[in-house]
């Protein structure tokens, strides 16, 4: 089974990286853009397909993939392996 | 009495550790390996700063799953002293051993320099000698320094007295000015709520030499001697008394 991961930084976290990049692109003729964040995105891939690995998994989003403290995540099957 | 310095594979500050530790009478520091299991043998554990597994993910976030962060965990639970500096706080925060956690700088620049933090709190095993309102110069060297808490957490460190250090002016003013990295209320250290876990973004490791500008990072580490010896006293004279 394939999954993608997503990080992004909780709204109370600063981003300064998205605050630069949101900067930029309103010099560049984009004063319309509002706000900028910016998170990880990961894919992975893995053996098998059953419901306890997909358990295993946000098991691991929470512990390694991601920091609660400063982060949410959000884990989406993307296709069943072959 | 006898340290520990924990080296993982990107720790780059482990060498500033021992020298500075075995700078000092009495102490005696030994370089621990990260697939050690074991710190039975010290009296205390020092992280060192670095860029563990280079940093991957977020800082500190491959190297907290390390065989030796186990007994490292297990022995702070006990109350072993643990220090940990710039890398090394980044490795207890993402371990759960410290509260919050340390963000890229809202400046979005790596800082390099001498900062001035005063101490909040002079009764914790790691600022014994350093009546509250002590300015300590030291150097701090970080991409990812900024410290964040959520507003519940921030409200219980301050409650418990858990902030030792915050960054200050030379005249101990707590100002946004002296703050190197954007860290919230110029937070530059804590403690655990037990006070035995101590982690610091700048380096007590670079101030504890004159030639390098500053001593002040020797009186961290003779504070932990202090605590560790009062500590013993304490135990012996309760098995006496047993």
């Known amino acids: ?82 | 009495m006898k340290f520990a310095v924990i080296q993982f594979p990107g720790s780059n500050c482990d060498q500033d550790c021992i020298a500075a530790i075995n700078g000092l009478e009495g102490l005696h520091a030994e370089y621990v390996w990260h697939k050690e299991k074991s710190l039975d043998d010290f009296d205390a554990i020092v992280l060192p700063g670095g860029f563990a597994y280079g940093d991957y993910l977020r800082c500190g976030a491959i190297a907290r799953f390390s065989p030796i962060m186990r007994a490292v965990i297990g022995d702070a639970r006990a109350g072993k002293l643990v220090l940990g500096t710039c890398n090394g706080f980044q490795v207890l925060c993402e371990a759960g051993l410290l509260p919050g956690a340390l963000v890229r700088n809202r400046s979005l620049r790596f800082v390099c320099d001498m900062v001035t933090m005063r101490v909040e709190v002079d009764d914790s095993p790691f600022t014994h000698g350093c009546p509250k309102g002590t300015l300590l110069r030291m150097p701090v060297a970080h991409g990812e320094g900024c410290f964040f808490a959520n507003a519940e957490t921030l409200q219980e460190l301050n409650a418990n007295r858990q902030v030792i250090l915050r960054y200050a002016d030379n005249r101990g003013r707590i100002l946004p000015e002296a703050n190197p990295n954007g860290s919230i209320e110029n937070i530059a250290g804590i403690c655990s709520r037990e006070r035995n876990v101590f982690g610091l973004m700048p380096h007590p490791d670079r101030a504890s030499d004159a030639r390098l500008g500053s001593i002040d990072g020797t009186k961290i580490f003779r504070s932990m001697v202090q605590a560790i010896s009062a500590n013993r006293t304490t135990s012996e004279r309760a098995k006496q008394v047993a």
Do not use: F, W
Not at chain 1, 41 to 63: P, Q, T
């Open chain 1, 1 to 82: 089974m394939k999954v993608k991961v997503v990080v992004m930084p909780k709204a109370a976290v600063l981003d300064p990286q998205g605050n630069a990049v949101r900067d930029a692109m309103r010099h560049l003729g984009m004063p319309e853009v509002r706000s900028v964040r910016i998170g990880k995105y990961m894919e992975i891939d893995v053996e098998g397909k059953n419901g306890e690995l997909e358990s295993r998994l946000h098991g691991l989003c929470r512990d390694l993939l991601s920091n609660p403290v400063i982060e949410d995540y959000e884990l989406k099957k993307t296709e069943e392996s072959r």
